[in-house]
């Protein structure tokens, strides 16, 4: 099965749901999750003479801002989710010298 695309309409509805003054961000590639600005909205007609609107970053090169942040990759399920390894009791301290 195909997925399907999401729509402007689609993204509108989300969005209206956000609070307005946040920050846009775009998230990329998977395997090596990365956070961009988004600054661009360009809206064309494809090869098929269907309307399509590309979200794109800017032109600058301070749009890439780094590693997405794992909760972002988790919840996108682009990563699995890592728990801290488990504490082990110490054992008691050794005498100097290292005897």
């Known amino acids: 099965m195909q997925p399907t695309e999401m729509t402007v309409g689609h993204l509108i509805k989300r969005l209206s ?10 998230a990329m590639n998977p395997f090596f999750p990365m956070a961009h600005r988004l600054e661009q909205i360009i809206d064309v007609t494809d090869e098929t003479g269907s309307p399509v609107v590309y979200l794109a970053e800017g032109p600058y090169a301070d749009t890439q801002l ?3 942040p ?7 399920a682009w990563q699995a989710p890592v728990q801290a390894p488990p504490r082990r009791a110490r054992r008691s301290a050794r005498p100097a010298g290292g005897q």
């Open 17 to 26: 749901a956000c609070d307005p003054a946040a920050p846009l961000r775009l």
């Open 66 to 68: 780094g590693h997405l």
């Open 70 to 76: 794992p909760e972002v990759a988790v919840a996108l």
